[in-house]
Structure formats: structure tokens, C-alpha cells
């Protein structure tokens, strides 16, 4: 008896200190990320707010001029027009990746004949890199390119336009190349959340006598939580530092119909030399990326706290 209480005695105090020789180990494996971060994250970050606030060339000393920049920012009509530009695209582009990647990840959760090749199929464009992209779909956007022979052969001829040259069409046209890419890649996100879905609450819930839609609204899409944070995040930083994709098809015309605030930011500070003025850009861009996910993990924490 007495041996078996020192044993047990013993064994925690040995567990504590196991765990305090492991701690510096640990704390290495916080600090040293947490230290490469600081140096090529935060502080070119800071570095940006601060020359937001000055009017730089990139070679001579910038000069601190306060908040004009972001004054102007307001009274600049191409800002505003980008600005637009960018939410219909967050709408658009996000809102169709979501739709389209949980779709296609709900038919293709369940293992069939060839569902590995239609999985692979979909995830192909998500390999290739977006300039690839942007110039596999300039041959189908060509005059009697692909599109336009498809819209002949089921007669809409009367549909047939410069698709990236005219103004009302130049951002749908470049947000299709951007959707074909990105669905694949949400779709492969969806499917891991849905093999994490314990079958038993499917099956309870079917014994219940709930159909499809009712075991998809009830039990598969409150399950994806996590999974939606990291969808919602992954989508709302791809849509606004879009900008491969737009610059390669269009560089933000014609007249600013396709610009986005990330292709505005870098012709602003690579071609008129106005880096800190496009620095005011990129403030704004990181806000309205923060105020998007931020509110959405607000709601998040209330729902479940509720």
C-alpha cells in the first residue's frame, strides 16, 4: 500500500517537471515566429500608417503633410470609382466563391466513381498562377474568341462585345477568370469541414424524420463554423489584394471601369511616383479588410455565447 501511494505521488511531481523542462521549448516556438513576424509583417505595416502621412517620392526624404493625403483621398472621383469598384468585386467574387466551392463540395463530399478526378478538375486552376490565368482567358475573350463562338452557335450573336474593352463589362468579364480559380480552392476547404461532420448526427437527424434541406440548414452548416471563419477570411483578403489578374487583363480600364483600390495603389505608387499617397490606399484596404472579418467573428462570438 505504501509503495503504491509514493508511486502515484511521484508521478505528477515528475509530469511538472517534464512539462517545465519543455517550457523554454515552447516558448521558443512562440517567440521566434512571433519575431520573424514583427520584422517582415508588423513593422512594414507601421511603416506604411506612418508614410500614409507624408508626401513621398520613394527617393527623396518623404515630408510629413498630416492627413491630406486621406483628404484627398475623399475628393478623388478614380478613388471613389475603385472604391466601388472593389466592394462589388468583394460581393461578387466572394459571395459566387462561397456559393460555388460549398456547392460543389456538397456533391463531391460523398466518395463515388470518378469523384477524384472531378475534385482534381475543379482544384487544376487553383495550381496555376494568375497571370497563367489572365492570359488562358484573353484567348477566350478575344474578338471571335471562345466566347464569342459560343454565343453564336446558340444565336445570341446580338450579345457579342469587346468583353475587356468595353466599360459596362470589363469588371465582370475579369471577375469569371478570378471565380474559376477560386472556387476550386474554397471547394477544398468545404471538404474538410464536411469529412469533420460526425455521420451519427446526420443519421439522428434523419431518423427524426428531417430531410434534406433541414439537415443541411440544422446540422451540416452550423457544424462549418470554424470552417466559415477561415472561408470568410481567405475570401476577403484574396478580393481586395486582387490585382495580378485585373492588371494583366486590363490594368484597371478602360477609363477605370475594372480598377480596384490594389491596382489604384500601385499605379499610384509605381508610375506617378506618389508612395505616399498610395500608402493612404493601402490604410484603406487594411481597414476595410479588418472591419470585415472583424465583424463577422463579433457576431460569431455573440451567437455562440448565446
Do not use: C
Not at 468585386?89 to 456559393?99: A, E, Q
Not at 472531378?118 to 478575344?142: D, G, H, I, K, N
Not at 474593352?165 to 471577375?175: E, F
Not at 505616399?276 to 472591419?291: D, E, K, N, Q
Amino acid at each position: 500500500m505504501t509503495a503504491t501511494i509514493s508511486t502515484t505521488s511521484v508521478t505528477p511531481t515528475r509530469r511538472r517537471r517534464r512539462s517545465a523542462r519543455l517550457s523554454p521549448l515552447l516558448v521558443a516556438f512562440v517567440l521566434v515566429p512571433f519575431a520573424v513576424e514583427s520584422v517582415w509583417v508588423f513593422w512594414p505595416a507601421i511603416q506604411g500608417f506612418w508614410f500614409s502621412l507624408t508626401r513621398w517620392d520613394g527617393m527623396t526624404p518623404p515630408t510629413f503633410v498630416g492627413t491630406d493625403n486621406y483628404v484627398e483621398l475623399a475628393g478623388d472621383a478614380t478613388f471613389r470609382g475603385a472604391l466601388v469598384n472593389t466592394v462589388i468585386w468583394l460581393v461578387l467574387f466572394g459571395g459566387l466563391s462561397v456559393l460555388g466551392g460549398f456547392g460543389m463540395a456538397l456533391v463531391l463530399q460523398k466518395e463515388r466513381r470518378f469523384v477524384g478526378f472531378y475534385r482534381a478538375a475543379l482544384f487544376t486552376p487553383v495550381v496555376f498562377s494568375l497571370v497563367v490565368t489572365a492570359l488562358v482567358w484573353r484567348v477566350f475573350y478575344q474578338p471571335d474568341g471562345i466566347a464569342d463562338t459560343l454565343l453564336r452557335a446558340v444565336g445570341l450573336e446580338s450579345l457579342i462585345r469587346p468583353w475587356l474593352a468595353d466599360p459596362q463589362t470589363a469588371l465582370y468579364a475579369v471577375i469569371l477568370p478570378a471565380l474559376w480559380r477560386q472556387i476550386g480552392y474554397v471547394m477544398v476547404l468545404f471538404l474538410a469541414g464536411l469529412k469533420a461532420i460526425d455521420p451519427a448526427l446526420h443519421e439522428a437527424a434523419r431518423m427524426d424524420g428531417a430531410n434534406a434541406w433541414q439537415r443541411l440548414r440544422h446540422v451540416t452548416i452550423p457544424q462549418l463554423k470554424g470552417v466559415n471563419a477561415v472561408v470568410l477570411s481567405v475570401i476577403v483578403i484574396d478580393s481586395l489584394r486582387s490585382f495580378d489578374i485585373v492588371w494583366s487583363l486590363t490594368k484597371g480600364g478602360p477609363y477605370h471601369s475594372s480598377e480596384l483600390l490594389s491596382t489604384y495603389m500601385y499605379s499610384t505608387a509605381f508610375q506617378s511616383l506618389r508612395l505616399g499617397y498610395a500608402s493612404a490606399i493601402a490604410v484603406v484596404i487594411f481597414v476595410l479588410a479588418l472591419a470585415v472579418i472583424l465583424g463577422y467573428l463579433v457576431r460569431a462570438f455573440r451567437e455562440e455565447a448565446s
